[in-house]
């Protein structure tokens, strides 16, 4: 029998402009994070727009 642990995430932002380029990698990197704590592979190239 698994034990299953609650994980909560704290997303704190700042007062900083970002540039669009700044932006897309922080938002694929993210998603890249998610995608690897669940063991799931994906293309980091389909994330770019």
Do not use: P
């Not at 995430?9 to 998610?34: A, G, H, M, N």
């Amino acid at each position: 029998m698994k034990n299953k642990k609650d994980l909560g995430v704290i997303i704190q932002f700042d007062d900083k402009e970002y540039s669009e380029e700044e932006i897309e990698f922080l938002w694929e990197r993210f998603i890249s994070i998610l995608a690897e704590a669940k063991n799931i592979e994906i293309d980091t190239k389909q994330l770019k727009t």
